[in-house]
Nanobody, 114 residues
Framework: QVQLVESGGGSVQPGGSLRLSCAAS????????MGWYRQAPGKQREFVAV???????NYADSVKGRFTISRDNAKKTVYLQMNSLKPEDTAVYYC????????WGQGTQVTVSS
């Protein structure tokens, strides 16, 4: 079983920055892809960014140039650096780690408001 622990959410003013972290533990033999998704109130969960274990990253168009995903393989941790935050980035952010199973974190709230 895989456990994911997220941290780093919070409240910030527009234009501010936050860094999310997600650490994986448990019965992990191979991690294929690590990523972040988000869900705003009244909306469906949407893709934000994903990174392969070789370091290839992909981003949603809405966050390109503002968000950066990275990972530390030794620590089994994925990060999401979020800069130039906008009110429309407000959502619960979920970590996703694909091993032989599809695993989700508990979510961390990000609120961007003046």
């Amino acid at each position: 079983q895989v456990q994911l622990v997220e941290s780093g959410g919070g409240s910030v003013q527009p234009g501010g920055s936050l860094r999310l972290s997600c650490a994986a533990s448990g019965s992990i033999f191979s991690i294929y892809v690590m990523g972040w998704y988000r869900q705003a109130p009244g909306k469906q969960r949407e893709f934000v960014a994903v990174i392969s274990m070789s370091g290839n990253a992909n981003y949603a168009d809405s966050v390109k140039g503002r968000f950066t995903i990275s990972r530390d393989n030794a620590k089994k941790t994925v990060y999401l650096q979020m800069n130039s935050l906008k009110p429309e980035d407000t959502a619960v952010y979920y970590c996703n780690v694909k091993t032989v199973t599809d695993n989700w974190g508990q979510g961390t709230q990000v609120t961007v408001s003046s």
